[in-house]
């Protein structure tokens, strides 16, 4: 699947994404018990999925972006800058998506 390398197998070791979130890996692997497990569903942005707001940038602050690619957003200067600026501002967010 798309993310079970940084529960089970991120350097190839055995070991987790150290920049994943220690509790929020754990609740991961009790859904996704093997790293061949392809037939679980979790939510990109628990506690809000059902919603369409910018709470995304509040997991991903508390290093809970389920993606790589989420992770990766925190790792650059200019597009860590645009995670604050969207965490701050609910206005903010739904402009810059209305206008994406």
Request: aromatic share 12%; charged share 20%; glycine share 6%.
């Amino acid at each position: 699947n798309f993310f079970s390398n940084r529960l089970y197998n991120f350097t190839g070791k055995g070991d987790a994404d150290p920049s994943l979130n220690s509790t929020y890996a754990a609740t991961l692997r009790k859904k996704c018990t093997s790293l061949s497990d392809n037939t679980t569903t979790v939510e990109m942005d628990p506690g809000s999925s059902l919603d369409f707001n910018n709470h995304y940038f509040t997991n991903l602050k508390l290093q809970q972006g389920l993606f790589q690619s989420d992770a990766a957003l925190l790792t650059d200067k200019g597009s860590s800058n645009i995670v604050d600026e969207m965490l701050s501002s609910a206005g903010k967010f739904f402009t810059e998506f209305s206008q994406s």
